[in-house]
Every structure is written in C-alpha cells, then in structure tokens.
C-alpha cells in the first residue's frame, strides 16, 4: 500500500510541479504527516524532491525529472475502459478521437492486460439517458466545448424556465453530462445547454479561478437545487405497501428524504413536494396506501380526484377525451 501511495506521490508531483503537503494530503485522503514521511522515502531512494520554503512554496522535483514508473496495473487498465462514454464523446466532436485512443492504448497494453480490458469493454455498456427519454437536442454544444477548453467568454440567448429569453455574457468554467441532459457552469450559474438559443464565442478570453473543482461545485449546487425544487412539504401517512413503493414511485430526491426520515407504517411526515399541483399528482400513484393529513387544500383536491374517477367508471361522468 505505502509503494503505490509512494509512486502517486512522484506522478502527482510531476504531472502538476508543486504541490504542497496539505494538497497531496487531501488528493490521497491521508494525514500531513504521512505526506512528510513519504516525502522523506521518495528522496532517501534517490528521487531528486525539493521542498521550496515560504507562503508559495510546497514540494517539487528538479526541474527535468521524468519518471518511468507509468505502467498500468491490471486494474487501472479495466478502470480505463470502464470510463469509455461514445456517446457524449460523439455529442462534443470527439467520437474518432476516443475510438483511435482507445486503440492506441489496447496497442501499448501487454497481452494480458490487453485481454483484460478488452473483456472490460465487451461486458459493460454505460447508458447515461434515464428511461423513456432520448438526450436533449443540445446545437450548440460543440461551440460551448470550444470555449470551455480555450477559456474564451460567450455571449448567448437562453430560454429560463417561464420561456422567456434573456441576454448573457459569461465566462464558461465546465460542462457536465446529467441524465442525458448537458449543463454548463458559467459566471457562477448553471445553464442547461439545450436553452441556450442563440451563441457567441467571443474573442475575449478569461482567467479560470485556480482552485475551482467542477465536480464540487456540480455536488453543491445539485443538492441546492433538489431542495429548492422540493422546497414544500405536506404532511401524510402511508402503510407499509406505501412507504415500499414511494422507493420507486417517486424522484430519487423524494424517495432519499422519505429513506432518511424513515416513518413507520401509520406514522405522520413531511412529504417533500415542488406545489400543491405535484403533491396531488404524485400522491395518487398510491392509491389507498398514502393519506394526506394537511394542509386541507392537499386532502381536498385528492377527495376530488378520487371522487372524478368514481364518476367515470360508474359512467355518470363520461372523460373530457371522450366528448
């Protein structure tokens, strides 16, 4: 375990220059202390590592210094293969590029690790669509690529949620693929690519703040925005049945709520909804295993629902479709 720590230290170090002990710390989720300790053995086994003193300083390698200590282990070449997405590769432009490294790196693998991620590639398949919804037309997805590698700033026309348009300029940090759907971080917001109407690439380019992590920010933000969207709660009770089902009935943000409160079959909770609209038609997929205790709008509006499909299956009330 310490060999391989060891030698992710020296790639760490001579892919990025200085880091400090602090920093390889949190990349390797281990103690300061351990990092000075394998500081000590990489250099007491001739790697020529550096501490530079000072606020700026950290650890470093003589400037020139290249390891060869690159192999792959079998695992990291099956983990390699795992990662292969054709699909968004294909969406951003890169679909030729992808296959034609894969082929190179199949190329420079021993032979058994050659078979191994072979088998890796022709037993997993990953899907990133939910279930019976294609990806989201995404026309200017390419372009926002672009700017994101060349940090160059954009100017676009993009649809919010109550379909009205606004003007944007913004500084594009990051894209993320969700579900099937591709979102774009920018300025300290986030855009859903397939609302962006109309897009400029400017000239201008823009200075990427250092310490930005896109996958910290994504977990931050997901989080915000799926207590926003459930922002509301109506208070209910479900049977056993029902509290099984909303596992699967429900969005993954309901149903990881209702897991944490984890009531008993009979017991009153907070149901987490966007409206009074959603919570009515959510809360009607279980049928008689959920009843809505408050508020009193909820209770009414499921009495009236349930009283209308009465109506139409004892036919004194024929569906508005059917009219």
């Known amino acids: 375990m ?17 880091m400090t002990a602090d ?4 990349e390797l989720e281990v103690s300061p202390r351990t990092i000075y300790r394998d500081v000590e053995a990489l250099s007491g086994a001739g790697v020529p590592v ?15 210094y290249r390891t060869r200590l690159t192999g ?3 695992g990291e070449a099956q983990s390699l293969f795992l990662a292969g997405l054709p699909g968004p ?9 992808a296959a034609a490294a ?5 190329a420079a693998l ?15 398949h990953l899907d990133t669509p939910t279930w019976f919804r294609g990806d989201e037309p995404a026309e200017h997805l390419a372009a926002i690529a672009g700017a994101v590698w060349e940090q160059r700033r954009v100017r676009m026309t993009y649809r919010r949620w109550g379909n009205d348009t606004v003007e944007r300029e913004v500084d594009p940090y990051g894209l993320v693929l969700k579900a099937g759907t591709w979102y774009f971080v920018g300025s300290g917001r986030t855009y859903r690519v397939s609302r962006v109407r109309a897009l400029d690439v400017l000239a201008e380019t823009f200075d990427r703040q250092e310490d930005f992590d896109l996958a910290r920010y994504w977990e931050r933000w997901s989080e915000q925005f799926e207590a926003r969207m459930y922002g509301e709660r109506i208070t209910v009770r479900m049977t056993r049945a029902g509290l099984d089902k909303s596992q699967y009935l429900l969005s993954g943000y309901q149903a990881r709520v209702i897991r944490q409160l984890g009531p008993r079959p009979g017991e009153e909770f907070g149901f987490p909804t966007e409206s009074v609209r959603h919570a009515v038609a ?30 139409v299956y004892n036919g004194a009330k024929l569906p508005a479709w059917f009219r």
């Not at 310490?2 to 200085?18: D, P, Y």
């Not at 920093?23 to 949190?26: G, M, V």
């Not at 021993?110 to 997993?124: D, H, N, Q, S, V």
């Open 89 to 97: 590769a294909a969406d951003l432009g890169l679909a030729e590029f």
């Open 282 to 311: 959510d809360l009607l997929k279980f049928g008689p295993d959920v009843e809505v205790l408050a508020p009193a709008e909820v209770r009414r509006d499921i009495i009236d629902a349930v009283k209308s499909v009465q109506e």
């Open 23 to 26: 920093e390889l710390a949190e």
């Open 72 to 74: 792959l282990t079998a």
């Open 110 to 124: 021993p032979a058994e690790l050659r078979g191994r991620a072979e088998r890796i590639r022709r037993r997993f």
């Open 102 to 106: 894969q082929l190179k790196l199949l």
């Open 50 to 64: 550096y501490a530079e003193r000072g606020r700026a300083g950290g650890y470093r390698l003589v400037d020139g």
């Open 2 to 18: 310490k060999s391989s720590r060891l030698l992710q230290v020296l790639l760490l170090l001579q892919s990025r220059g200085r």
